[in-house]
């Protein structure tokens, strides 16, 4: 199998699992097996040599297609992370608030303290 080959069916491969629907149970497993898919293609792209044959070629403008694809789905999935962070990070947050409400205000607003004896 020549290394275009191998770099098409990873680029496939891809494909299929980012058009997987995302759920929050999946979504780790997804990310990681993306993330393991991502780091075998950029190996083997060190090794791509120069398009020999029309075969080769073709594969290479089927890839860039897919890449393209690839990359928007992979955006919008990195965004629901990013939201689902950022809603996780403002739970925790007025979690604290509702714990202890008064943490925010300052001690020292309207003591006095007379040193007279």
Same mark, same amino acid.
């Not at 409400?101 to 300052?106: D, F, I």
């Given at each position: 199998?020549?290394?275009?080959?191998?770099?098409?069916?990873?680029?496939?491969?891809?494909?299929? !699992? $980012?058009?997987?629907? $995302?759920?929050?149970k999946?979504?780790?497993?997804?990310?990681?097996? $993306?993330?393991?898919? %991502?780091?075998?293609?950029?190996?083997?792209?060190h090794? %791509?040599?120069?398009?020999?044959?029309?075969?080769?070629?073709?594969?290479?403008?089927?890839? %860039?297609?897919k890449?393209?694809?690839?990359?928007?789905?992979?955006?919008?999935?990195?965004?629901?992370?990013?939201?689902?962070?950022?809603?996780? !990070?403002?739970?925790?947050?007025?979690?604290?608030?509702?714990?202890?409400?008064?943490?925010? $205000?300052?001690?020292?607003?309207?003591?006095?303290?007379?040193?007279?004896?």
């Amino acid at each position: 199998m020549t290394v275009w080959k191998q770099f098409y069916d990873l680029t496939q491969e891809l494909e299929e !699992k $980012v058009h997987q629907t $995302v759920t929050e149970k999946n979504r780790g497993e997804i990310v990681a097996y $993306v993330e393991e898919i %991502l780091a075998e293609r950029s190996a083997l792209l060190h090794k %791509l040599p120069q398009p020999e044959s029309e075969g080769e070629r073709a594969l290479i403008a089927d890839v %860039l297609q897919k890449d393209i694809k690839i990359n928007q789905k992979l955006e919008f999935l990195f965004d629901g992370l990013k939201r689902d962070m950022r809603n996780m !990070k403002k739970q925790k947050s007025s979690k604290q608030r509702y714990a202890n409400p008064y943490q925010s $205000v300052s001690n020292y607003d309207g003591m006095y303290v007379d040193h007279k004896k």
